[in-house]
């Protein structure tokens, strides 16, 4: 079953990817040291998973017996993909720019 190729279940993909997935990240973005270079890993695996799991949510949005349900997905993982990138943007930015 590959989330990627639309072959997995929504339900799972939700839980697995998206619940279960982002716990270790949390947690990993509160243990390692908000240095430069140790503070962009887990926000670049971070940046990462959120795009694998918005990707899997979007190929996998109609494999759920409830047929609504996938364009409220589709719409979703379109706006969190936005967001996402925007968020990544600026953080980048204001990470890599020498302060005033």
């Not at 639309?6 to 697995?16: A, D, H, K, Y």
């Not at 990138?85 to 953080?91: E, R, S, Y």
């Amino acid at each position: 079953m590959n989330p990627l190729r639309g072959e997995s279940r929504l339900l799972r993909v939700f839980w697995l990817y998206g619940v279960l997935a982002a716990v270790p990240a949390l947690i990993a973005a509160f243990i390692v040291p908000q240095s430069l270079a140790l503070g962009l890993i887990p926000f670049v695996v971070g940046v990462a998973g959120a795009l694998y799991f918005q990707i899997a949510l979007w190929r996998c949005a109609y494999n759920t017996e409830r047929r609504w349900l996938g364009p409220v997905v589709r719409i979703a993982a379109a706006l969190s993909t936005g967001v996402l990138l925007i968020i990544a943007t600026t953080t980048i930015v204001q990470t890599v720019s020498p302060p005033n």
